[in-house]
């Protein structure tokens, strides 16, 4: 179900724009896509920071939000033929360098640090690698934000600061958006509270694929 849920949260963040229809013509790439999310979704779930029985689709909406935001889903992003922030920036989800390389440790006497464990080939070559990536991260940002809110994880994610300013705003305010219009209810900017299903929560995913399923 998730996966499918997945597949219909892209089709309906890219929407009826022209410029989307390369895209969405893939219709076999962004099943994969879909698969991957969430697997990666499904087997990290310690990483996982949202409440409620309906987390791990908030954690879905948040990877389609990301994406469509970072990169629109397009194949030369993915493979990083195209690179964000005069090249620093690489993968669907533009995962930033060289944070996108990097995972936390624990010496000997118990202080972190940051060491490199992947390569920019590794994570550009591998859409597993770079969903797992995204979620690592995001999570710490979760963890280490001030302000436990959404507003301030995407603050973070998109400017690398904690400020809220109004592009940030936008991005989670487009999060929060899709997800409602994906049956989600409490998935709030302001507040990190439990996220639920509306009654109509598996009959919008069903809707939306029909008719993508119809036209392709």
């Known amino acids: 179900m998730l996966s499918k849920f997945i597949l219909a949260s892209i089709i309906l963040s890219l929407g009826n ?14 099943i994969k896509i879909s698969k991957v999310f969430a697997n990666t979704i499904e087997e990290n779930k310690e990483l996982n920071k949202f409440i409620g029985p309906a987390k791990k689709y908030a954690a879905a909406t948040l990877f389609v ?13 993915q493979v990083c033929k195209v690179k964000g922030d005069q090249g620093r920036s690489i993968s ?13 440790v624990y010496d ?3 202080r972190p640090k940051w060491i490199n464990k992947y390569t920019e080939k590794q994570i550009c070559s591998s859409l597993k690698l770079q969903s797992h990536r995204f979620f690592y991260l995001h999570s710490y940002i979760q963890t280490i934000s001030k302000k436990h809110v959404p507003a301030n994880w995407f603050a973070i994610y998109c400017s690398g600061k ?3 300013i109004r592009i940030t705003d936008s991005a989670c305010m487009k999060w929060a958006k899709l997800s409602k219009k994906m049956g989600l209810i409490g998935t709030n ?3 990190n509270i439990q996220i639920t299903f509306s009654k109509d ?7 939306i694929l029909n008719k993508f399923n119809k036209e392709k």
Do not use: I, Y
């Open 201 to 207: 929560f598996e009959l919008n995913a069903k809707n």
């Open 162 to 164: 904690s400020r809220r």
């Open 17 to 30: 724009n022209p410029r989307h229809n390369p895209v969405l013509n893939d219709k076999n790439r962004l």
């Open 65 to 77: 939000a990301t994406v469509l935001r970072e990169s629109g889903f397009r194949k030369s992003v």
């Open 108 to 110: 000997k006497n118990g």
């Open 189 to 191: 900017c302001n507040k």
């Open 92 to 104: 669907l989800f533009q995962l930033m360098k060289p944070w996108a390389f990097k995972v936390k």
